[in-house]
Each structure stands twice: as structure tokens, then as C-alpha cells.
């Protein structure tokens, strides 16, 4: 593997890790807080404990990482961050798309 490569997967472990590392509504609302007006949307498998919530950023490009969170307790904590979240309109899909909810 090129050193690029390392410093890349390196990169993407220490994010994943320190996610990890704090409670998942702390790195929740931080991930946020990066591009808050960014679409977000998170799949995981049915009951899985964990979830991977991913940033559609236009700046800043796609972004993901994994939370130590149910899909129904991450679709709550979107709703308590100001997100509405709802199933993509294309049937086949299956993911939660959040988007924020605008401030008057």
C-alpha cells in the first residue's frame, strides 16, 4: 500500500475511533456541526446496534462515519438536532434521509 494510502485509511480509522470514543449523541451533534445544512442519511441493518450516518456535503464532499446507535434511536436524535427525516421518494431505497428543518 503507497504511503497516501496509509495516511488516508489512517486518517479514516483515528475519525472512526474517535467517534467511537465519545457518546453517540456528543459525536452525533459535533459531525453536525461540521455542515450543518448538509442532507444526511443513515442505513443500517434491522435491530443492528450501529449505524453509519453519511454527509451528502457540497463543499466539503461525502462524509461517513459509524454510530454505536439503533436506527430509531439515530432517527430520534436527528429530529432533537432540528432534521426531518423521512424515506427517500425512489421505493427501492432504503436509507433515512435527514434534512434540516429551516429556522424562522
Do not use: W
Not at 73 to 97: K, V
Amino acid at each position: 500500500m503507497s504511503s497516501l494510502a496509509h495516511k488516508i485509511t489512517g486518517k479514516l480509522s483515528n475519525e472512526s475511533q474517535d467517534a467511537a470514543s465519545k457518546p453517540p449523541e456528543q459525536a452525533l451533534k459535533e459531525f453536525i456541526a461540521e455542515d450543518p445544512n448538509s442532507v444526511y442519511t443513515f442505513d443500517s441493518a434491522r435491530d443492528a446496534p450501529r449505524s453509519e450516518i453519511c454527509r451528502e456535503g457540497k463543499e466539503k464532499g461525502r462524509k461517513c462515519i459509524q454510530m454505536e446507535m439503533y436506527s430509531t434511536q439515530l432517527f430520534q436524535a436527528m429530529q432533537d438536532q432540528g432534521f426531518f427525516c423521512a424515506l427517500p421518494m425512489d421505493p427501492t431505497r432504503t436509507y433515512i434521509e435527514c434534512k434540516r428543518i429551516p429556522k424562522n
